[in-house]
């Protein structure tokens, strides 16, 4: 069975920095591509980026771009965000989602995992 | 950038046809994925690729290939159905989500 478990999220005043984690079990991590995905309160998803299998690939949404990095350790099976210059507008319940194949760029997010919640406010 | 059109809400009696459309440029041309979303849950996969139904996803639920708009289709609606449905593609090396359709069952 398909794992997926985030953690990292906390409250944390505009500005500052997170770094989220996913750890993963039930498939073997480096065969599929991983993406953060997140949904604000009383919104809808919003993809935030992605990485393929190897790490050779990686996207990021426009709105986080150059203030959010996406990174996984295979020999950990673990996914991670690292996040700076958060803004009220980045709070919102983060996702991990494990691809449906190898690519960052395409396919489906067939599992997901629960979740951690972020709450930027000063 | 590209957008995804989703009717706010659709409203069903048990046991009718629910029908949850997905618009978006020459949307035909790409590949649609669909998730339910239920509230305090994480949201699960329910369509693929247009029609591919994962395992464990009931047949009432289908979609539509290459169609403009795209559509989801649960038939024989259960009040178990009720819940937030997005659908999503990728386009320019961006997944992209539609804003989300609340399915109620009356």
């Known amino acids: 069975e398909v794992q997926l478990a985030e953690s990292g999220g906390d409250l944390v005043r505009p500005g500052r920095s997170l770094r989220l984690s996913c750890v993963a079990s039930?498939?073997?991590?480096?065969?599929?591509?991983m993406h953060w995905v997140r949904q604000a309160p009383g919104k809808g998803l919003e993809w935030v980026a992605g990485i393929n299998w190897n790490s050779g690939k990686i996207a990021y949404a426009d709105s986080v771009k150059g203030r959010f990095t996406i990174s996984r350790d295979n020999t950990k099976n673990s996914l991670y965000l690292q996040m700076n210059s958060l803004r009220p507008e980045d709070m919102a319940l983060y996702y991990c989602a494990k691809a449906g194949g190898r690519g960052h760029n395409y396919g489906d997010f067939d599992n997901w995992g629960q979740g951690t919640l972020v709450t930027v406010s000063s | 950038s590209y957008v995804l059109t989703q009717p706010p809400s659709v409203s069903v009696a048990p046991g009718k046809t629910a029908t949850i459309t997905c618009g978006g440029d020459h949307i035909g041309r790409k590949s649609v994925h669909w998730y339910q979303k239920k509230s305090g849950q994480a949201p699960v996969i329910i369509m693929s690729?247009?029609?591919e139904r994962p395992s464990g996803i009931p047949e009432r639920f289908s979609g539509s290939l290459s169609g403009n708009p795209a559509t989801l289709t649960i038939s024989r609606v259960e009040a178990g159905d009720e819940a937030d449905y997005f659908c999503q593609v990728w386009d320019s090396d961006s997944a992209i989500f539609g804003g989300g359709t609340k399915l109620t069952v009356l």
């Open positions: 039930g498939f073997i991590f480096d065969d599929y591509g």
């Open positions: 690729y247009d029609i």
